[in-house]
């Protein structure tokens, strides 16, 4: 069984999402079985928000195609629906993905 974690990349970032990070954080958390995992594993993600409010996976850094393939196909075109990012704005954070 393996659990994610949305987190700040930057602990001295001026905007609190902390809303947002719940969000992302229940999001990721719908399938917690990711077989496979060795290790504990932080993947840096960029997303931007659309005009209908959705979450769009710029990238990840990952090298793992399937934790690639779960993230976007997780967070692609959902509705974000904490108020703290507006359309066109982006926001880069880790995911960290436990065993």
């Not at 959705?54 to 196909?73: A, G, Q, R």
């Amino acid at each position: 069984m393996s659990t994610a974690f949305a987190t700040d990349k930057s602990p001295n970032t001026a905007k609190n999402f902390d809303e947002t990070y719940k969000e992302l954080t229940k999001m990721l958390n719908t399938y917690p079985n990711l077989g496979g995992l060795e290790q504990d594993v932080v993947v840096k993600v960029r997303i931007a928000i659309n005009e209908n409010h959705e979450i769009v996976v710029m990238s990840t850094n990952t090298t793992n195609e399937d934790l690639n393939y779960y993230i976007k196909n997780t967070l692609n075109y959902q509705k974000l629906l904490a108020g703290e990012l507006q359309a066109g704005k982006g926001l880069v954070f880790l995911v960290k993905f436990t065993r």
